[in-house]
T-cell receptor
């Protein structure tokens, strides 16, 4: 596609429910990132994929959070037993290579706004 | 742990004013510093800085990195209402961006 696409754009759920957020990166981009942005904060790193594998998942806050990228393209961020503190905008970004990052070529999607009631 | 601090957190100016935004950082294995503009949801890329003392310029925006002081500034001259946004500073450590909290700039007509 022309840009990074994220769905849904908005998701409202109840505490304790399971949620999936999807990211469709720019075609051919091998590196994919998930960030979380709370109100008044900058984006916080969650996980980085290079191809199909999670090269760095050190930012995932706990084991309720999990992400996959089975074919090296689309990625899904999964959140189990959601809590009110999970409410935030979840941003996905992609780049051509990990090295592509050094030229500033990290393209962000519009984000998925998650609200946990 | 990598740390990126931006100041001020917010400011309000009038059209035509000049603003200066600050970013300081502490990071292992520094590679580059990036500035982004965030108006609604997706941050959009402004500048990447890798070398100290070399100014990057794009229209009314400019930025410079000081590696000795571990800091960067972003200047916006002759501000317009369309410059109202959150400006994010991020530092690249290997493959990962670490962001500051951002500076919210509001430009009043």
């Amino acid at each position: 596609g022309a840009g990074v696409s994220q769905t849904p754009s908005n998701k409202v759920t109840e505490k304790g429910k399971y949620v999936e957020l999807r990211c469709d990166p720019i075609s051919g981009h091998t590196a994919l990132y998930w960030y979380r942005q709370s109100l008044g904060q900058g984006p916080e790193f969650l996980i980085y994929f290079q191809g199909t594998g999670a090269a760095d998942d050190s930012g995932l806050p706990n084991d309720r959070f999990f992400a996959v990228r089975p074919e090296g393209s689309v990625s899904t961020l999964k959140i189990q037993r959601t809590e009110r503190g999970d409410s935030a905008v979840y941003l996905c970004a992609s780049s051509l290579l990990a090295g592509g990052l050094y030229t500033g070529e990290l393209f962000f999607g519009e984000g998925s706004r998650l609200t946990v009631l | 742990e990598d740390k990126v601090v931006q100041s001020p957190l917010s400011l309000v100016v009038h059209e035509g004013d000049t603003v200066t935004l600050n970013c300081s950082y502490e990071v292992t294995n520094f590679r580059s510093l990036l500035w982004y503009k965030q108006e609604k949801k997706a941050p959009t890329f402004l500048f990447m800085l890798t070398s100290s003392g070399i100014e990057k310029k794009s229209g009314r925006l400019s930025s410079i990195l000081d590696k000795k002081e571990l800091s960067s500034i972003l200047n916006i001259t002759a501000t317009q209402t369309g410059d109202s946004a959150i400006y994010l500073c991020a530092v690249v450590n290997d493959y990962k961006l670490s962001f500051g909290a951002g500076t919210t700039v509001t430009v009043r007509a």
